[in-house]
């Protein structure tokens, strides 16, 4: 078989040809970034899995586009092609898009919490408590998007008498700045906004998504936020270093308002439940206050009644007592009457048996006479 | 004695209680209410404060209109926030 000839320039574009032809336009690749160099703007790395490595360029057009910039070290998930230059046969990955994996993410999220941690700023004193009855919140998530459709829903749904001040972040990518600035401004203003609490939202996505919320100056804003924090941010799985410093984690951004806001119809419920025990409190009151009154007046009956009989035995008392005092002695020997007694002090009601020369005396109103009896001259009836 | 909650009212005359302030002085007019010190002469005192605090609380609760207001990011000004689309 006769062998084909090219000369280098040939090969290199029959290369460059069976390359278009057989591999796919677009591919992923996992790997590890080596030595990232800008020149001109363009990105330069080596793309490696510790057995091989690749060279890769990020253009400047796409590098602009990028959430993410990549470290030396860092594991990423390219979307990219081919690039082969016939001149040289040289052969690269052209990144069109770039993404940190997983582990690149979860390293870093260990990182800034331990940094974190060593500060004391995730210990759980710090944890303030929620308002229990908030006037107004501020709502931090990207606008328009589910998460603040669902934040709106469920406001309305648990406590409509709460403001809501919405602020519209960025919440992927390279933004952590953008939302620290939104952060400090809170942090002047939010007395002047009435704001008790600060919700930061984001709906789901990959972990990798919520990377921005592992940043390290994010963490230092929400712990120096002058009002509690709640987090609400991607799937119940999902832990970022925002939540760790915040007040309170809520699994998402609806459970995040559930936790944060009371619910408008179990308050009421409660209020009409508790409005019904007082005023029953206060009939009780009342009720042993009229006995008590219906006791002291029964007692003043009583007392009225038994004066009254008092009363009514007093007065034939009195007549007895005039009575009494017109049959009294002294009156009578006033009138001229005296009492006469024998010598033993016998009252003496009759002559009869007293012999002449007995000493009697005689009582008389103003003093008493010693008589002597002379004679005892009895009257018979009829005779006198 | 004045209650606290009514000290806390008349402290502020004209000012609309929050739901917590109502709340909180509600309760501290239905301790005082619960007392077993409590002469009856001061219970319609306490009762009418106790009725004005539910009052301003059920005011609360039956507001079913939310105040929604979007913060510019860059300086903070309070603008109506356009409903976001269903």
Known sequence: ?384 | MASAAAKKSKASPGKQLTYAEAQGALERSLVQLQSEDLEIERLPELYAEAMGYEKRCLEVLQQVSQEIQQLDPENLSLSPLAQPEA
């Open chain 1, 1 to 384: 078989m006769e062998l084909p000839s090219y000369s280098v320039r040939q090969l290199n574009e029959a290369i460059g040809v069976l390359l278009d032809r057989g591999f796919a336009p677009r591919f992923l690749l996992e790997a590890t970034v080596i030595k990232p160099v800008l020149k001109k703007g363009h990105l330069w790395l080596s793309l490696s899995d510790g057995d091989a490595s690749i060279p890769a360029v990020i253009w400047a057009s796409s590098l602009s586009r990028l959430d993410y910039r990549p470290g030396d070290g860092d594991g990423v998930t390219v979307v990219g092609k081919l690039n082969f230059w016939a001149a040289r046969a040289s052969l690269s990955v052209q990144v069109l898009d770039l993404r940190p994996s997983l582990s690149t993410v979860l390293r870093r999220f260990e990182s800034v919490k331990a940094i974190l941690d060593a500060e004391g700023l995730l210990a759980i004193e710090r944890k303030r408590p929620l308002p229990r009855f908030p006037r107004a919140i501020a709502l931090l998530t990207s606008v328009p998007s589910s998460a603040l459709a669902d934040l709106l829903r469920t406001a309305q749904q648990r406590w409509p008498s709460c403001g809501l001040r919405v602020v519209a972040i960025p919440v992927q990518g390279e933004v952590e700045a953008q939302i620290c600035r939104v952060l400090d401004q809170l942090e002047d203003h939010w007395q002047a906004l009435g704001i008790d609490a600060v919700v930061l939202a984001r709906g789901g996505g990959s972990r990798e998504d919520l990377a921005v919320f592992d940043g390290e100056q994010l963490a230092r804003r929400l712990a120096r936020c002058p009002v509690p924090v709640i987090t609400g941010i991607g799937h119940e799985d999902d832990i970022t270093v925002a939540d760790l410093v915040a007040d309170q984690r809520a699994a998402t951004p609806t459970a995040a308002l559930v936790a944060l806001l009371p619910h408008r119809q179990e308050e009421l419920n409660h209020m009409e439940q508790l409005g019904r025990l007082w005023r029953q409190q206060i009939h009780g009151t009342l009720h042993r206050e009229e006995q008590r009154l219906m006791a002291g007046r029964q007692g003043e009956r009583r007392r009225w009644a038994a004066q009254r009989y008092l009363e009514r035995r007093q007065l034939p008392l009195a007549g007895q007592s005039a009575l009494l005092q017109a049959l009294a002695p002294a009156r009578l020997l006033r009138r001229g009457y005296s009492i006469l007694r024998n010598r033993q002090g016998q009252v003496l009601r009759s002559g009869a048996g007293i012999e002449p020369g007995t000493e009697i005396s005689a009582q008389l109103s103003d003093g008493v006479l010693q008589l002597s009896v002379q004679a005892w001259q009895p009257e018979t009836n009829g005779e006198a």
